[in-house]
């Protein structure tokens, strides 16, 4: 019966019990393991975890095992044996450098080497596209589905679900209204949802656009404290308005304000880079060092809204040669860059410079 989830919902469930601590259980061809995340593991579920025997390692990326100068033998990853009477907070600085430089000397770390990675692997995905920090606790086990139906925990076939983690669930639109706005009043605003319940992006229409000429557009990700509380270690508030401001000027326009905050880490990650960035180090480096890429955004998301909306060329209002491309392999013609300088200050001046020098944003 056509009833119960599809893989990319139980992907979703999957995101919501790891956010909550509950175990999920992963299956493959090479075999099946219990995961849960790092950070919101707790002491009991550890303790079952670790009284079910085998080998319990934490999958962290390889940017996180070179900070901590464990041996990534797995390539992308690292699977770091925890030790039998490690305790919780071993765990949790393991996974987050918060106190790296306070206590720098967590190791030796005794990474494993040989026999199969691709679970791990997986379970550092869904915990980095569940905005937690890319650190899971791995158990193999001997029969994943019996586990899980004896348990209650979330399913899921890897060898399916493979391919559908790597792709952004696809979007519908959900409602759109009028929303006359200070820099621009002929505003419409349309709310698109992912079929799996993940969260949810918005574009905001300024005029009536037509759909046969490259549309003055801009992709903004979500900056809590830039668009929000008017932060000045970003440019993100006065980029997102001067961009508004200019298709109120021009007439028409389309800005998609995409839901990944913190260049796709979720602020909470976000938030930890920052507290690293008090500690001295930059934007890339701070990424680096909880884990992450310099940047985890999906520009296909962006992408998709446009194509959804009518819209097959841009005249792209960024600063971002990156984005120009993403949208170019997308399918979307990006007939013009629209530089977009606004808001530079002495708090973001590093900020902006690093973006220019390590990853590629024109000052
Ligand atoms: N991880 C992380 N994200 C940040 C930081 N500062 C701002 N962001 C996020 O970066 C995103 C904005 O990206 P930017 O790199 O400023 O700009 P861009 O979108 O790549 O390029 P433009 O189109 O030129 O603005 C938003 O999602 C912000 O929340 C930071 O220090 N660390
Ligand atoms: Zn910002």
Redesign the pocket.
Known sequence: MPLGPTILERLNRARADLRMGVPVVLTHAEGAALVVAAEAVDAPRLAGMRAMGGELALAITDRRATTLKARAYDGDLARIAVPGDAPMAWLRAVADPARDLDAPMKGPFHSLRGGPASLHRAAIRLAKSAHLLPAALVLPVADGPALATAEGLTLIDMGLAGPALELAAPLAPVVSARLPMAAAEKGRLHIFRPGDGSEEHYAIEIGQPPRDAPVLA??????F??DVLGSL????GP?LHAALEQMGAEGAGVLLYLN????G?GLA??MR??RL?DQGFD?VE??HRLGFED?ERDFRIGAGILRQMGFGAVRL????P??CRMLEANGIAVTERVP?RVGQTRHNAA?LAT?AAK?G?LL
């Open positions: 801009r992709l903004h990700s979500a900056c404290t830039g270690k970003c440019d993100c980029q990944q905050e913190g260049r880490i990650n976000k880079a920052y960035q934007t701070a990424n940047d209002l960024t600063n971002n990156a984005k977009l900020y973006k990853s944003h």
